[in-house]
């Protein structure tokens, strides 16, 4: 069960680099959740074929709603675990719960972690929705809300933050230092 944010780079066959956030799923964890899906461009809907729809499933959907999210993919993970009859189950639940959100035509990917069935048809799903992407702004500045640094004698131990940073000088790898 992931608890905090999960990130890992993906590279997709055409060479593209994306980046993977695995959020919380459990109903306890929904801060670490929100924290982890903001400024995101596509989601993974992620539903165990063996337990279904849960509450966190709409719990997530409605929260990408509300943060503006417009493309996904839906991926019923643990196939292997179910028979066909479970599973043709679980995706007319999925279907239902997605209807009249913006993954209500949105690609569904069956695949299970273990065996490894399905991920390459997902890699594909996520690799199409990518280069449907429009580009990013570099330009203006954005806010990022930092949840917590690192405490060094001197200085403040916590303080949620939305520092403006100058897109254009901001690469991976830069280090932001902030006044508290």
Known sequence: M????????MKLSDGELVGIIDVPGHEKFIRNMVAGASGIDIVI???????????????????????GVRRGIIAINKIDLVDEDML?????????????????????????????????????SVQALVRELP??????????????????????????????VDRSNWMIGSSCYLPV
């Open 88 to 124: 043709e189950l679980v995706e007319e639940e999925v279907r239902e719960t997605v209807s009249g959100t913006f993954l209500e035509s949105a690609p569904l990917v069956s695949v299970s972690a273990e065996t490894g069935e399905g991920i390459d048809e997902l890699r594909n």
């Open 45 to 67: 809907l992620v539903v165990a074929a063996d337990d279904s729809v849960m509450p966190q499933t709409r719990e997530h959907l409605d929260i990408m709603t509300l943060l």
């Open 2 to 9: 992931t608890i905090d944010l999960g990130f890992a780079p």
């Open 135 to 164: 580009p990013r702004d570099d330009g203006g500045s954005f806010g990022y809300r930092s949840s917590g640094c690192s405490l060094q004698k001197g200085m403040a131990r916590w303080s949620p933050v939305y520092p403006p």
